[in-house]
Each structure stands twice: as structure tokens, then as C-alpha cells.
């Protein structure tokens, strides 16, 4: 059974720093793509930033220039290095991997305090 674990939500003040990690268990195979997504209150799942198996990112207006995604390929790793947070980045964040089918952690919690 495949498991996506993140890790390093936490609570921080606006304008500091924050790096999320996953890691992938029970896979045979390497994600094609891998990325993150998140959720805050009230409103749907968004698009944070993609990291193809080739290195291509792309990520969500809102977060281009603050946000970094990268990952170890072959290996299912991969982190999302958060500089500038802001109150409006407070969600939860979850890990994706894709091959074939759609991959989701469970989440982590990540709070910008004003």
C-alpha cells in the first residue's frame, strides 16, 4: 500500500520560513509527477507548485517567487522550501504523487500568524 507522509507544518510569523518534506513508502515505482496542494478553510484544494520527474516546476500565482519545490528522482522525496509566508498561506498542505493514479498524503498544518 502506497503512503505519502509529509512533515514540517507548523505555526510561524508572517514573513518567516517554513520547509515541508515527503516521502513516499510501499512504491515500486517513481511518481511521474509529484507537487503539492493545499486547503484552507472553507474553500477547495488548490494547486501549490509541480515538480515533474524531469525537473520542470510550475507553480500557483500566489506563491511564484516565495515558494520552492525539488525532489530526488528516482526516489519519491521531494520539499517545498516557504520564505515570505503570509497569513493567507495558512492551510493544509498536502503532498501528490502521480503515476497513473492520483497519490495524497494525509496532510500538515502550516499557520501564519499576522
Known amino acids: 500500500q502506497v503512503q505519502l507522509v509529509e512533515s514540517g507544518g507548523g505555526l510561524v510569523q508572517a514573513g518567516g520560513s517554513l520547509r515541508l518534506s515527503c516521502a513516499a513508502f510501499?512504491?515500486?515505482?517513481?511518481?511521474?509527477?509529484m507537487g503539492w496542494y493545499r486547503q484552507a478553510p472553507g474553500k477547495q484544494r488548490e494547486l501549490v507548485a509541480i515538480?515533474?520527474?524531469?525537473?520542470?516546476?510550475n507553480y500557483a500565482a500566489p506563491v511564484k517567487g516565495r515558494f520552492t519545490i525539488s525532489r530526488d528522482y528516482p526516489e519519491n522525496t521531494e520539499t517545498l522550501q516557504m520564505n515570505g509566508l503570509k497569513p493567507e498561506d495558512t492551510a493544509v498542505y498536502y503532498c501528490?504523487?502521480?503515476?497513473?493514479?492520483?497519490?495524497w498524503g494525509q496532510g500538515t498544518q502550516v499557520t501564519v500568524s499576522s
Open positions: 501528490y504523487g502521480l503515476y497513473v493514479d492520483e497519490y
Open positions: 515538480i515533474t520527474s524531469s525537473g520542470r516546476t
Open positions: 510501499g512504491t515500486i515505482f517513481s511518481f511521474t509527477d
